[in-house]
């Protein structure tokens, strides 16, 4: 752990403080999905219900200092499934925010949900505490395809949660949708991006399966679409997508117009973030420091809690060096069809744009990047070579 003093370099062409968004934890799940690389554990017979959500005000408590004063934005309830709680739980949290922290009237408020895990009223009752958009971790509507994923769920249970969300009357709803699934074809995926649009959903998060260290498909890997079969996947539902209405604006989220995720674009555009609960992480700009800290708080969700107890609960306390403010400004914003603003650099960064203005020109003169305006965008070529902008920005002797 490094408390260290360093300013980190800060440039003092930083001015005031980006948006601020509060991120918490619920870590369980019905059961732990093969492909899933998250912080996410099998539920014991019984949730440590009360526990964890006294811990989780007692963590923001301890984290008060570093955002005095500021508003919070937008309130994430990830996972996990964060739906395992219920309402009479997520209240209680909510209530506890606004008790501690300045938070906005108009803040979005999103809660993970899992179809499967909720009764058929809970939307409603999750709507009636303050939650006004549900992100529903669907993934496919292929009840073979579900099987293999390891999901709980099929078609049946998703129905009647996209229903009980339209009957709780939260018109601002993602679903979560995979593609390049295990023995899935181009048509298959086709049929899923249909299913979903008649869902109505306001926003998609449409990605692609990957197969990541630590999980039980690394361990044994499915035989999943080839390259170009997951790019026809990509191309094709991606102009199903558009042709009903929704924009994409970051690699893999679509949204109708004004119903894009606040909460995700605040990451994407380096803002401040506050991460409560278990393995959460923190990235706060502390302007009379001249710093920006990052915290991580133990990953399990048993060590977390006792944790809390004897003061040890922080994994990562650190200030973000200059470099990697850089890297991780850009690896951000890149992401995003808008593009980067290069205004928005060194108020972001702390950075100088002398510092990289070097390394943008070779991006632009490699054909990977365009400035239009003061904008960077990648160009089509920059959209197919992400990795190589990446490689731009990391920092050196990386
Ligand atoms: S439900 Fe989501 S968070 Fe939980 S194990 Fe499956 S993929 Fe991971």
Not at 94 to 119: D, H, K, M, W, Y
Not at 201 to 223: D, G, R, W
């Amino acid at each position: 752990m490094n408390s260290g003093t360093d300013n980190g370099g800060f440039d003092p062409g930083l001015n005031g403080l980006p948006p601020l968004a509060l991120y918490v934890h619920l870590p369980w799940c019905v059961s732990k999905c093969p492909y899933c690389d998250f912080n996410s554990h099998q539920a014991p017979s019984k949730l440590p219900a009360r526990e964890y959500v006294d811990a989780l005000l007692a963590d923001l408590e301890l984290d008060l200092p570093l955002v005095w004063g500021r508003t919070v934005h937008s309130i994430f309830f990830g996972g996990g499934t964060p739906s395992l709680f219920s309402a009479k739980w997520i209240e209680r949290l909510i209530e506890g925010f606004r008790a501690r922290l300045r938070v906005s009237p108009q803040a979005e408020c999103t809660l993970e949900a899992n179809p499967g895990t909720t009764e058929y009223d809970s939307f409603s009752a999750y709507a009636e505490v303050g939650i006004n958009r549900i992100s529903l971790g669907v993934q496919s509507f292929n009840n073979t395809l579900l099987q293999r994923l390891g999901r709980i769920h099929g078609c049946a249970e998703i129905e009647t949660a996209v229903e009980s969300i339209q009957c709780a009357g939260i018109s601002n709803f993602n679903i979560d949708l995979m593609y390049a699934l295990p023995g899935q074809s181009v048509v298959d995926a086709l049929d899923d991006v249909r299913q979903a649009l008649n869902c109505a959903p306001s926003h998609l998060s449409f990605y692609q399966l990957t197969i990541e260290p630590n999980t039980a498909f690394h361990a044994s890997p499915p035989e999943l679409p080839n390259d170009d079969a997951a790019w026809d996947m990509q191309e094709q539902c991606g102009e199903l997508i558009k042709e009903s209405g929704f924009r994409q604006y970051e690699i893999s989220a679509w949204a109708r117009e004004g119903f894009r995720c606040r909460h995700n674009l605040n990451y994407w555009r380096y803002g401040d973030f506050l991460g409560i609960g278990a393995g959460a992480h923190s990235k706060i700009t502390l302007p009379a420091e001249q710093s920006v800290r990052r915290r991580v708080r133990q990953r399990h969700p048993g060590t977390w809690l006792k944790a809390m107890q004897t003061g040890q609960w922080l994994a990562e306390d650190r200030l973000i060096g200059e470099e990697e403010r850089v890297f991780e400004f850009f690896l951000n914003q890149l992401r995003l069809y808008d593009g980067v603003r290069k205004d928005q650099f060194t108020p972001r960064t702390g950075v100088s744009w002398d510092r990289v203005s070097v390394r943008v020109e070779k991006a632009i003169e490699s054909g990977l990047l365009i400035d239009s305006n003061g904008v960077l965008k990648p160009t089509s070529l920059g959209w197919r070579f992400t990795n190589d902008i990446q490689a731009i920005f990391l920092p050196s002797g990386v």
